[in-house]
């Protein structure tokens, strides 16, 4: 996030500069997603007044609001403490499937892959070439409902004992 920008503005900035997108348009967009996530009262405030997990959730949603194709996630929830990952996976994994946008994600978090995928790809070491790719059928559950199904559990350690034998 732009330190110098308040959330709002943050939000708006690529829809209006790159997209083209009518301001007002963009910004009543924005209100939208930040009101699915929560922070609508968070409109005006700095990123250095926001807490590392509404920073996140704020920086997804500007990522969503240019409508990639496929929106690419690199450890993105690594910084955040085992709390408020749970709550902001639950909250991007929602907005996600609303959109109708493809994510794919990198992670060294199994119990994450699994709660958030419905493909898990695991790759060798160096040079990374795909070992096995794992089709994970929990249906439409959330990721924190996902946790509490028992094959969540099943795939979890299907997964782990296949990098622990690489």
């Not at 900035?13 to 968070?42: C, F, I, R």
């Not at 946008?101 to 040079?127: A, F, K």
């Not at 409902?145 to 997964?159: A, G, K, L, Q, T």
Request: aromatic letters at 6%; hydrophobic letters at 40%; charged letters at 25%.
């Amino acid at each position: 996030l732009f330190n110098n920008l308040n959330v709002l503005d943050n939000l708006t900035l690529a829809p209006v500069e790159l997209k083209k997108a009518d301001k007002n348009s963009a910004k009543a967009q924005a209100m939208q997603m930040l009101e699915k996530v929560g922070l609508s009262d968070k409109a005006q405030a700095y990123p250095s007044q926001l807490s590392g997990g509404m920073r996140q959730r704020v920086a997804l949603i500007r990522t969503l609001a240019v409508k990639p194709e496929i929106f690419l996630l690199d450890e993105a929830f690594s910084a955040l403490d085992y709390q408020t990952r749970l709550t902001v996976t639950d909250d991007i994994y929602s907005i996600l499937r609303r959109e109708g946008q493809t994510m794919v994600m990198v992670t060294h978090d199994i119990p994450e892959s699994v709660s958030m995928s419905n493909r898990v790809v695991v790759l060798s070491g160096r040079p990374a070439r795909i070992k096995q790719i794992h089709t994970i059928e929990l249906g439409n559950l959330t990721p924190l409902e996902r946790r509490d199904d028992i094959r969540f559990n099943e795939y979890s350690n299907e997964i782990w004992k296949e990098l622990r034998e690489s």
